[in-house]
């Protein structure tokens, strides 16, 4: 008898946390429907500048040709770089760190030739995750939120803000399925992106604030792709990029992406858009 009232007690008490978990949830409200509302509709307003849905979905492939300039005085350098990509995540990049740099994945392999940070000028196969150099790249020319429908992203239109410039910018806080948060900012009357934002890690894995200004836009086939970006951590700038020649939907062997057979540290490259 007293077994079968600890478990009636049980069920009771879970029933109500069950109630109350269920009466503490927040609702949505008129205001939070109106706010996504708004943010949908300047969404949607901002991906047509950038060239439309449709022209954006049909990029296949990207030669990319620019500099990252590591302004951080701690590990200052230039690196001009040089990257074919093909979607969705294929890609081969060289650039130059000191020593010549090489990395790549080809769908199912990662890899990298990196002597400055190994002493060895042979491939080496690496994670995935372990590859910093084109998520990098490619965040800043394609940001998620582009694609926030597909990607099972939550958006609110939170207000316009006034920024360091003293210009106001309308503010869309982005919630990505894995429930992290990030902050961006559009120019409200043209729509364009201006800036990014949210909490990350930097290359010593300390938690940073995390800032990209994208200042300059070039139209390429119809598309914007940002020609100069900023990246600050805590306030501080730490990387310029400058994205001096980018070419859209051109033959691309998917060989390039595959770990080299050979030792290839020569700077020689291909010309664009080869085979």
């Known amino acids: 008898m007293k077994k079968l009232l600890f478990i009636v007690v049980c069920v009771f008490a879970l029933s109500i946390s069950a109630a109350m978990s269920a009466d503490t949830k927040p609702k949505e409200t008129a205001e939070d429907a109106k706010r ?10 901002a991906i047509e500048n950038a060239g ?31 990257m074919w990509w093909i979607a ?23 890899w990298a030739i990196n002597p400055y940070m190994s002493g060895s000028s042979l491939p080496a196969v690496i994670a995935y995750k ?8 490619m965040q800043i020319l394609q940001p998620e939120i582009i694609r926030y429908q597909e990607n099972n992203m939550a958006v609110r239109y939170e207000d316009e803000h ?25 120019n409200p009357t043209t729509k364009v992106l201006y800036k990014r934002q949210r909490d990350d890690f930097n290359y010593m894995n300390q938690r940073i604030d995390l800032e990209i200004f994208y200042k300059e836009w070039q139209s390429i086939n119809g598309v914007q792709i940002p020609k100069y970006v900023e990246r600050l951590e805590n306030g501080v700038k730490i990387t310029n990029y400058y994205i001096n020649k980018v070419e859209i939907n ?17 700077t020689k490259t291909e010309g664009a858009g080869k085979k």
């Open 88 to 110: 969705p995540n294929l890609f081969y990049a060289e650039f130059d760190y000191r020593k010549p740099v090489r990395n790549g994945f080809d769908g199912k392999t990662a």
């Open 36 to 45: 996504v509302k708004q943010a949908k509709e300047l969404l949607s307003k």
């Open 130 to 137: 372990d590859l910093s150099f084109y998520p990098e790249i």
């Open 250 to 266: 051109i033959p691309i062997d998917v060989k390039r992406c595959s770990v080299p057979v050979v030792d290839t540290t020569s």
């Open 162 to 186: 006034e920024l360091k410039d003293g210009k106001d910018y309308a503010k869309i806080r982005v919630t990505k399925a894995d429930n992290t948060q990030e902050d961006f900012y559009f």
């Open 52 to 82: 439309g849905k449709n022209k954006i979905s049909e990029i296949k492939t990207m030669y990319i040709e620019g500099v990252r300039d590591v302004v951080d005085p701690n590990r200052g350098i230039k690196e001009p770089f040089r």
